[in-house]
């Protein structure tokens, strides 16, 4: 079992950054491929970006490629969102995840993972 926590999410200008981070519980989330998804008023959750288990694998939308890094510390339990040079469309409930299976490969489809956080707000403002 992983229970995670994201935090960071708030209120940012338009080409402003924000950094989100996701504190996880567990002693085996370092076997566990993340990700960041969001969801927008109205809209579908989306994939956002994915960092494998092993941190060395990353995979981006395209709406966010250029703009976003993913990472993670697996020491500390946690994985990071950056984004940078933020536009009004970035605004979104941004939620962590983990795989639902351990040592899996990237995975960008909903399904795939098993665990959520509560989610973050991030408001981009124009």
């Known amino acids: 079992q992983v229970q995670l926590v994201e935090s960071g999410g708030g209120l940012a200008q338009a080409g402003g950054s924000l950094r989100l981070s996701c504190a996880a519980s567990?002693?085996?989330?370092?076997?566990?491929?993340m990700g960041w998804f969001r969801q927008a008023p109205g809209k579908e959750r989306e994939f956002v970006a994915a960092?494998?288990?092993?941190?060395?694998?990353?995979y981006y939308a395209d709406s966010v490629k250029g703009r976003c890094t993913i990472s993670r510390t697996n020491a500390k339990n946690t994985v990071y969102l950056q984004m940078n040079s933020l536009k009004p469309e970035d605004t979104a409930v941004y939620y962590c995840a983990a795989d639902s299976i351990p040592r899996s490969g990237i995975a960008t489809t909903r399904t795939s993972y098993a665990y959520w956080g509560q989610g973050t707000q991030v408001t981009v403002s124009s």
């Open positions: 567990g002693r085996t989330f370092g076997t566990y491929t």
């Open positions: 960092i494998s288990w092993t941190g060395g694998t990353t």
